[in-house]
Nanobody
Framework: QVQLVESGGGLVQTGGSLRLSCVGSGNTFGLSAVGWYRQAPGKQRELVAAIGSGTGDRIKYADSVKGRFTISRDNAERSVYLQMNALKPEDTAVYYC????????????????WGQGTQVTVSP
């Protein structure tokens, strides 16, 4: 199984940018679709963006981040990135990456366990 580690979070002001990284292990990373999720205090974890396996030509975004966030992948680096621009206070959350599979028009995580995530805090 591919193991993933998130990094790149931090504290930024409204309107700022951050780039999150998700680095995977193993030789099959390129065969896995990957999703970025986030969980804010007191809220359920939600899908932010997902990218298909291989060339990553299939991409999905939550409506709340369309036009501001960009997901991409570099299989040679075994990495998936989330470029976040025009950040808002409501983007504050712990961000996680996870391998995903298609299901019912969206994607679902392949595993129940999650990593530690990376904290993103956007100040007003």
């Amino acid at each position: 199984q591919v193991q993933l580690v998130e990094s790149g979070g931090g504290l930024v002001q409204t309107g700022g940018s951050l780039r999150l990284s998700c680095v995977g292990s193993g030789n099959t990373f390129g065969l896995s679709a990957v999703g970025w999720y986030r969980q804010a205090p007191g809220k359920q974890r939600e899908l932010v963006a997902a990218i298909g396996s291989g060339t990553g030509d299939r991409i999905k975004y939550a409506d709340s981040v369309k036009g501001r966030f960009t997901i991409s992948r570099d299989n040679a680096e075994r990495s998936v990135y989330l470029q976040m621009n025009a950040l808002k206070p409501e983007d504050t959350a712990v961000y996680y990456c996870q391998t995903v599979v298609p299901a019912g028009g969206t994607v679902v995580p392949t595993r129940r366990s999650w990593g530690q995530g990376t904290q993103v805090t956007v100040s007003p």
